[in-house]
């Protein structure tokens, strides 16, 4: 009987755990071309980013590849970030463009709007866009080149290696980017995908063939979408045309939210939506919810069992709360040194188990009403029929 109450808990351990080490191309399996470069647009949509972005263009403008111009878009910051990118392009020789960004139409979300404002101005045979939040190696953009002309793609995203510095980010994060990995843990099925549910980008990194970004109509389509790079990969899949992701770890990293506040902000807008968009639309309706109870039954129930049992409450429970939580943390140590983090946040895992369903049931019961950055939307939420 204990064995079979085991059963999750060993499924994890000795199932999913092997599935964190992903099947994918890695960027650098791709060397650039010698000759015969496309140009590439940068555009880099940036709100409040004082903090990074000066490292994110210095980074860019000091890539190896050879016909590049870089716009970065200020969405109506007030924390000095056009000033440090103006001081920056000042220097570059006019490599470096900053466009001070009108205020956002109605039906627009402002980094699809950000996004569309730097494409209008900009001339080049490919467009990436990526974040100011991120830091790329010289020879990134050369090799996400390669792997377009190489795959045929329409579009190439990559994963970056995700930085953690708190507590919190440690626990949560790791407990979400879990389950997105194992959502889409083989990533040539995205090349593959027919269905536009199966296909999935990373905004943090998103190369398009200009031609292509054009027919599927850019972000002015996605205008009103929370999880637009989604959204543009799904559109891409629906249009007959090809996404690839790669991992890029070596390339590129990151780091998403810094404290427990911006963790919350980011993901409750749009942990729902997202999740929603991935799945049979018989299951969108409730899957956040069963995303919650599932993170609650696994992670936060055997614990917290196991503490009864300890205080004499429920001691008929020890044996199967104690060899659960045994199993939970050798699953949460090998997920951690996956992730790139110290490995003994694997003992507050509950902790955070319990705050990352509690990210989806505020993302879901906050239905379309988002907040971001300062500003409040009421976003498109789309999801697929097919």
Known sequence: MLLLT???WLAFVFIVAPLLYRRGARLVAYPPAESDAPSVSVIVPARNEA???GACL??????T???LEVILVDDQSDDGTAEVARALAERSGGELRVLEG???????????WACWQGYLASHGELLLFTDADTRHDSGLLARAVAALETERADLVSVLPRLLMRTFWERVIMPQVMVLLWLRYRDLGRIAR???PRDAVANGQYMLFRREAYEAIGGHEAVRGEVVEDLALAQRLVAAGRTVFLARAEELMETRMYRNLAE???GWSKNLAIGARATVDPWLRPILPWLLAATLLALWVAPPAALLGAIFGLGSRLLAWAAAATSLSIAFWL???KRFHAPIGYALAYPIGALLAAGLFARSAARGRRITWKGRAYTTAGTVWTT
């Open 51 to 53: 903090e990074t972005v």
């Open 334 to 336: 090998a997920a951690l």
């Open 263 to 265: 963790i919350v902000e």
């Open 193 to 195: 995908a027919r269905r």
């Open 6 to 8: 085991l059963l999750p």
């Open 65 to 67: 590849y050879p016909r």
């Open 58 to 63: 210095a980074l860019l403008m000091d890539s």
């Open 102 to 112: 009108a205020p956002v139409p109605d039906g627009w979300l402002g980094k699809p």
